[in-house]
Structures are given as structure tokens and as C-alpha cells.
């Protein structure tokens, strides 16, 4: 019989797949699609409204924003959300709050000892001069030597080099090796937030749902060191009007920084501050790793979004 009922088609749909394929593939790919075909029945969603549906996500995955969109709708987020939950359940939620990595992380930033500088050395004055220093931790208060720290944020117009063609590469993109003592420090400016490209697809799904595609000002870190479970985060830079309301839902009460205004230029010579400047002192605090793929930086694609 080839007449088929919603229920009898979507049987015939999850059926047609062969012993051959991945179980796991095959559960996943069987249950999205019958919740797809139920919200068309129950949403009523006419044929017009699918096929624009799918130009929508064809034009999603040419520009390369599925990272974008899934921080926007709280995919990111909800997997954190899952991430402690695991943790608590195994009694090892402590340290520094994770944070998502977001669509934007390039691996292989130029590697420093102890401090670099994360602007340019020749740069004109692009926001408040900061420095931000402290220690990678264990979670006895031990400090690590030799943790890797990667740093990355937006330009001074809440943009990210790599996808932002009128940057160099690696441009405000920095990795630092922590000294014998488990320091890192690191002079750049307060960036500015991010808002999502217009006239993209995300920004189209963002427009008929009545959102903003605004990020608060935040700093992307990935710290790593043998033994340890890597560590993805951000902190906030406080006072942004966006701070509890981020397109991503990525603000975390233990990450918003604590800014020391009017700091002393003594002592920082070597990253060729000279007047009063803000200090940004952190601290990351890390777990054990539980397993070896947990300090292993996870394998990661170069995602372009633009
Ligand atoms: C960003 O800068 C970002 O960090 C995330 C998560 C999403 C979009 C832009
Ligand atoms: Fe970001």
C-alpha cells in the first residue's frame, strides 16, 4: 500500500532506514523529523511558509552563520545549561563558570610567554586602555605553570578578525603561556559589544521575531593545561546596557569583571603602558580533567559567519 496517514508516512520515513546506518544517527534524525512533521500539523504551517523555511536555511548554511543562529536561539546556552547539570549530578561542579565559545574562535594565535600584548603596538588609542592579569589555578589554589590561555575579542566596531575582511590575522587574538608562578597578564582596550551582521539571515529571523541581535562587551577565553579539563568562557565588561539581556544568553553572575580604573602605570612598563589604565585583575580556577579527551583542546572548524 502506498497511501500513507502523517503516522503511517513518518513510520515509513524511520522505517526505510537500513541496518547498515548509525543507530544513533537513525534515533536522532527519526525523532526530529516526526517533531517537525507534528509542528506542521499542529502550527498548521501552510506550504508557502515551509518553502520559505527552507530557502531561509539553505541562505543560512551559504553564510555560514549556524553557529550564530543556535547562540541566538539558546542552543549554546541550553548545552552549558546540560554541561552543569552533569557536573552536579557528579559532584564536580567548582572553578571558574563555563561560558560559550560562540561561532567566532580561531585556533593557532601567536603564542607569548607570561604577557603580550593583544592590540597592536602601533595602534591609536581604539578604547579604554586595560590590562587584565592573574593566575590559572587548580581547585586547591595551586597555581599551573604553563597553562595556555587563548584569548580572543572584538575591534573597537564589535568585530572579530578572520571573518571581518578588514583585519590582519589574528588581529586581537592572542594565546599565553602561564609563568612558573601561573601568571598571565595581557594589555589590550575594553571592547565594545557585538551586534549580528544586518541583512543576513540570522538578522531576518531576529526581525520577525521582534529580537535584537546585541551581545554585551565580553571576552572569549580558552584556557588549557595538561591534566586539566579545558576551560571555554567569557567574562563581561560591567556596565553594558545589554549585560542581563545578550542575544547569546551568555552573561554568568561569577563572570562580570571587576574593573580597577586609574591604576598605576608602575610595574607595567613592559607592555608599554605609561599613564593610569584600567586593571582587570581573573583568575581562572580549573578542574581536573576526569579524562584525557578533557584536556585535550576539542577538535574545532573554522566557522565563517561575516
Ligand atoms: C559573538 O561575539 C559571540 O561571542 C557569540 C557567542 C555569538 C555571536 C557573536
Ligand atoms: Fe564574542
Given at each position: 500500500m502506498n497511501e500513507f496517514t502523517q503516522s503511517q508516512l513518518l513510520t515509513r520515513v524511520t522505517e526505510s532506514n537500513r541496518p547498515n546506518g548509525s543507530p544513533r544517527a537513525q534515533k536522532i534524525v527519526a525523532r526530529i523529523v516526526g517533531d517537525l512533521f507534528r509542528a506542521i500539523d499542529d502550527l498548521d504551517i501552510t506550504p508557502d511558509e515551509f518553502w520559505v523555511g527552507v530557502d531561509w536555511l539553505s541562505r543560512l548554511g551559504a553564510s555560514g552563520q549556524g553557529g550564530l543562529i543556535t547562540a541566538g536561539l539558546g542552543f549554546d546556552r541550553l548545552l552549558d545549561i546540560r554541561s552543569d547539570e552533569a557536573d552536579e549530578r557528579a559532584g564536580r561542579l567548582a572553578g571558574t563558570p563555563r561560558a560559550i565559545e560562540g561561532p567566532l574562535y580561531i585556533a593557532g594565535a601567536p603564542l607569548s610567554k607570561y604577557e603580550t600584548r593583544v592590540d597592536e603596538a602601533g595602534d591609536a588609542k581604539r578604547g579604554e586602555t586595560m590590562v587584565m592579569e592573574g593566575r590559572v589555578l587548580d581547585l586547591n589554589g595551586k597555581p599551573v605553570a604553563g597553562a595556555i590561555v587563548d584569548v580572543w575579542h572584538a575591534n573597537e566596531l564589535g568585530r572579530y578578525s578572520h571573518f571581518d575582511p578588514d583585519q590582519a590575522e589574528y588581529a586581537l587574538r592572542r594565546r599565553i603561556e602561564t609563568d612558573a608562578q601561573g601568571r598571565y597578564r595581557f594589555r589590550s582596550f575594553l571592547p565594545p559589544g557585538y551586534a549580528i551582521p544586518p541583512n543576513s539571515p540570522t538578522a531576518e529571523i531576529f526581525t520577525a521575531i521582534g529580537r535584537h541581535g546585541n551581545r554585551p562587551a565580553h571576552i572569549h577565553f580558552l584556557v588549557a593545561a595538561p591534566g586539566l579539563r579545558t576551560l571555554t568562557t567569557q567574562v563581561n565588561v560591567p556596565g553594558d546596557s545589554f549585560i542581563d539581556d545578550d542575544f547569546a544568553f551568555a552573561?554568568?553572575?561569577?563572570?562580570i569583571l571587576k574593573l580597577e580604573p586609574n591604576t598605576s602605570p608602575k610595574g607595567y612598563e613592559s607592555l608599554g603602558v605609561n599613564e593610569p589604565f584600567t586593571r582587570v585583575p581573573f583568575d581562572f580556577v580549573m578542574q581536573p580533567a576526569a579524562s584525557e579527551d578533557e584536556s585535550a583542546p576539542e577538535a574545532r572548524l573554522a566557522r565563517a559567519v561575516g
Amino acid at each position: 500500500m502506498n497511501e500513507f496517514t502523517q503516522s503511517q508516512l513518518l513510520t515509513r520515513v524511520t522505517e526505510s532506514n537500513r541496518p547498515n546506518g548509525s543507530p544513533r544517527a537513525q534515533k536522532i534524525v527519526a525523532r526530529i523529523v516526526g517533531d517537525l512533521f507534528r509542528a506542521i500539523d499542529d502550527l498548521d504551517i501552510t506550504p508557502d511558509e515551509f518553502w520559505v523555511g527552507v530557502d531561509w536555511l539553505s541562505r543560512l548554511g551559504a553564510s555560514g552563520q549556524g553557529g550564530l543562529i543556535t547562540a541566538g536561539l539558546g542552543f549554546d546556552r541550553l548545552l552549558d545549561i546540560r554541561s552543569d547539570e552533569a557536573d552536579e549530578r557528579a559532584g564536580r561542579l567548582a572553578g571558574t563558570p563555563r561560558a560559550i565559545e560562540g561561532p567566532l574562535y580561531i585556533a593557532g594565535a601567536p603564542l607569548s610567554k607570561y604577557e603580550t600584548r593583544v592590540d597592536e603596538a602601533g595602534d591609536a588609542k581604539r578604547g579604554e586602555t586595560m590590562v587584565m592579569e592573574g593566575r590559572v589555578l587548580d581547585l586547591n589554589g595551586k597555581p599551573v605553570a604553563g597553562a595556555i590561555v587563548d584569548v580572543w575579542h572584538a575591534n573597537e566596531l564589535g568585530r572579530y578578525s578572520h571573518f571581518d575582511p578588514d583585519q590582519a590575522e589574528y588581529a586581537l587574538r592572542r594565546r599565553i603561556e602561564t609563568d612558573a608562578q601561573g601568571r598571565y597578564r595581557f594589555r589590550s582596550f575594553l571592547p565594545p559589544g557585538y551586534a549580528i551582521p544586518p541583512n543576513s539571515p540570522t538578522a531576518e529571523i531576529f526581525t520577525a521575531i521582534g529580537r535584537h541581535g546585541n551581545r554585551p562587551a565580553h571576552i572569549h577565553f580558552l584556557v588549557a593545561a595538561p591534566g586539566l579539563r579545558t576551560l571555554t568562557t567569557q567574562v563581561n565588561v560591567p556596565g553594558d546596557s545589554f549585560i542581563d539581556d545578550d542575544f547569546a544568553f551568555a552573561t554568568r553572575d561569577g563572570l562580570i569583571l571587576k574593573l580597577e580604573p586609574n591604576t598605576s602605570p608602575k610595574g607595567y612598563e613592559s607592555l608599554g603602558v605609561n599613564e593610569p589604565f584600567t586593571r582587570v585583575p581573573f583568575d581562572f580556577v580549573m578542574q581536573p580533567a576526569a579524562s584525557e579527551d578533557e584536556s585535550a583542546p576539542e577538535a574545532r572548524l573554522a566557522r565563517a559567519v561575516g
